[in-house]
């Protein structure tokens, strides 16, 4: 694809035949534009080719240099697909022109949805290509809304699910606060066609994420996983030794942060857990002299006291304890 | 850009906002202008809405705006981001809300709008954005907010909305773009604010979601979009709004908040930017006062958490016939 950008289009041979058309803002445009002259231009050829439905190889060149100025235009992303069509143009290749436009910025829309519409099209064979592509963008930016989308769609749409769980860990282990990545796992081990899903996965995932807890204390993401896991089942929620278990370990150490342990062992309270006088005792040593003597009612008055910002939630939790914990 | 010393009190600085507003397209270098021309449409909405939130609507020429939006309508009936682009449902809603700030909604044909809309709504109930087909649960909220505004609602089929929106309930009580995606405040607004204008608010966590969305409050006091994110601005807008719309807002600590917002101010030139010390643009000015609004900050009007526009212009719209 060469061509020479720095000329400008009313001096290309290849345009001469065309008449550029300008955008027509009305007499006082409410919230008018102001342009970059080289933008300018490239729009206006655009528009004369938009309007007559020019669906030649130029056209498919001159989309591209617009969508170099702005890839957010999803009109020029419409008309590109229209001309490939006509054209019965490579998607292969078109896969690589994504991939260039993606370099300079992969945070829109309408680049994705594209990419989506050519992998559709090109089918199976390229669900290791999506996946390669999105790991790429994910390497840069490893929460990249879209790109997670994506990744899912081709995990869906076209396979691959073998190595997800372990890209999962890679990314986690990278960083263990990766929300995105934490979602995933979960997508994979409850969507994986090749794996005996959530209650059969529990077991091994619950033995991970403890040791994610552990090494960060302070992750919201690790401790949600961990409640996740146990969907619905509440029973095994609170009889799993190694849940309260993790709550204690945290609450006993003193260089972190206690939040997500105690609304953890709050949950569990709440959700029927006969506290033991391990728990009892670790929960007090935390107290400041407050005189409670329900144990839940008295992890609410802590966490208002080390998670202020939300005191009122806290205060609310607390209002709603039905349960007479000793 | 200023800052402010620790020691004053921030104030909305309302005057300079109108301002930037009103004067912000005139920067030929930028490159935000450069790459707003495709969805102006949105822009003109963040701006006129942002304008009438402080009282300053009477500042634009109605028939001028009015007369430019018409240009971006298709025979489709939808509405493309600019004159001579595309339609797509993201500027229909756009121009239906900015006709119905000027309480001019009548000047449309309806059914024709309605029609554009409504055709699409997918098998399973999801909405596209447009004839490409990509779907998003942005989408349905634009759709059900789009309709109900038109007084259409019926054309589609809302139950099977209603079902797809909470298939893409996560157990962590929030919402993603499609089933299995991670939640994400923007998102949830999306979902929540549909789920609220069809009466299906039953169908939300309110107590998981509510805590979900009271932990995106940063120590400094602004909100982020998902765990471990930074804070933006416009989490104001889409994690307060969620919040007040399931009865959960006294949870985030509000006066930090409206701290974060307004320093988050170009106090020389006007506007807000997504966190302090960054550059403004139209998207987080309308955001950073809306968000005020509903934290309900004086001098701005109220504004309504599912329909994005201000309460008297909804009560205008369920008022009239």
Redesign the interface.
């Known amino acids: 694809m060469n061509f020479d950008e720095t000329v400008p289009l009313s001096q290309r041979l290849e345009w001469s035949d065309v008449v550029p ?1 300008t ?14 002259e080289e ?1 300018r231009e490239t ?1 206006d050829y655009f ?1 004369a080719i ?2 007559s439905d020019e669906r030649s190889p130029r056209a498919l060149r001159l989309t591209e240099e617009t969508l170099l ?2 890839s ?4 020029v992303w ?1 008309f590109r ?1 229209l001309v490939l069509e006509a054209l019965n143009h490579d998607l292969f290749e078109e896969l690589e022109f994504i991939e260039r436009i993606a370099e300079d910025n992969s945070k829109n ?1 309408q680049l994705w ?1 594209h990419r ?2 050519v992998a559709e099209k090109l089918g199976p064979d390229v669900a290791g290509r999506e996946l390669e592509f999105t790991r790429r963008v994910l390497s840069l930016d490893a ?1 990249h ?1 879209h790109a ?2 994506h990744r ?2 081709t995990l869906r749409a076209l396979g691959g699910w073998e190595d997800e769980l372990d890209y999962c860990h890679e990314l986690l282990e990278a960083d263990v ?4 990545a934490w ?2 796992r ?2 994979v081990i ?2 994986s066609p090749l794996l005996g899903g959530l209650e059969a996965m529990r077991e091994s995932e619950v033995s991970y994420t403890i040791k994610a807890i552990l090494t960060n204390p302070a ?3 690790s401790w ?1 996983y961990l ?2 896991l146990y ?1 619905d089942d509440k029973e095994s929620w609170i009889s799993d030794p190694s849940v309260s278990s993790v709550c204690l370990n945290v609450l006993s150490r003193t260089d972190c942060f206690h939040g997500f342990a105690l609304s953890t062992l709050l949950d569990l309270l709440c959700d029927g857990l006969r506290p033991t006088n391990e728990h009892k005792d670790s929960v007090r040593a935390l107290a400041n002299e407050e005189p409670e003597t329900n144990l839940a009612n008295l992890v609410c008055t802590i966490l208002g006291r080390v998670d202020p ?5 806290w205060a ?1 939790r607390k209002s709603k304890i039905t349960v007479a914990a000793i | 850009m200023s800052s402010t010393s620790s020691s004053q009190m921030v104030q909305l600085v309302a005057d300079k906002h109108v301002r930037y507003i009103l004067m ?8 935000e ?8 449409m949105n ?2 909405y963040w ?1 006129l809405t942002t304008l009438d939130l402080l009282d300053k609507l009477g500042c ?2 109605e028939e ?2 009015i ?2 939006l018409m ?1 971006c309508q298709h025979e489709s009936g939808g509405f ?7 339609p ?1 449902i993201l500027y229909t809603l756009s121009a239906v809300q900015i006709l119905a700030l000027f309480d001019k909604i009548n000047i449309l044909d309806i059914g024709k709008v309605s029609s554009y809309v409504a055709k699409l709504q997918n098998e399973d109930g999801s909405f596209s954005g ?1 004839m ?3 779907i ?1 649960t942005r989408f349905s909220y634009i759709a059900i907010c789009c309709l109900s505004i038109l007084k259409c609602l019926d054309k589609i089929n809302v139950e099977k909305a209603v079902k797809y929106i909470v298939s893409c309930k ?3 009580g929030g919402f993603g ?2 089933p ?5 405040a923007g998102q949830i607004f999306c979902c929540v604010g549909a789920l609220a204008i069809t009466g299906s608010l039953h169908h939300v966590d309110k107590d998981s979601l ?2 979900w969305l ?2 995106r ?1 940063l ?1 400094a ?1 602004g909100l982020n979009g ?4 930074l804070a933006d601005v416009c989490y104001s807008w889409w994690v307060l709004s969620s919040l007040i719309m399931i009865d959960r807002v ?4 509000k006066a ?1 908040l409206v701290k974060f917002i307004l320093d988050c101010q170009d106090l020389d030139n006007g506007g807000i930017s997504d966190r302090p010390e960054d550059a403004v643009d139209i998207f987080h000015t309308y955001f950073g006062v809306a968000g005020l609004s509903l934290l309900e900050y004086p001098g701005v009007k109220v504004i309504d958490p599912a329909y994005a526009l201000p309460v008297d212009v909804v009560n205008r719209i369920i008022f009239t016939k």
């Not at chain 2, 299995?180 to 994400?184: C, K, L, P, V």
């Open positions: 058309l955008q027509d803002d009305g007499p006082n445009p409410v919230v008018p534009i102001a342009y970059k933008f729009m528009r938009y309007f100025l702005n957010g235009n999803y009109t419409h697909r829309y949805h989506r519409w929460k809304y997670w989308s899912q769609w606060f990766n929300n995105s979602n995933q979960y997508y409850t969507q992750n919201e993401s949600r409640k996740a969907k910002i939300r005191a009122n939630y609310w | 912000a397209e005139k920067k030929k270098e930028s490159f202008s450069v790459v707003m021309d495709h969805l102006r822009g003109a701006g634009v020429s001028e705006v007369s430019w240009t493309a981001g600019n004159t001579g682009h595309d797509h447009d490409w087909g990509e998003d996560n157990l962590d773009c499609t299995g995606a991670e939640s994400h509510g805590w009271c932990e409050q120590k006091g998902r765990p471990e994110k006294h949870w985030i600590d930090k």
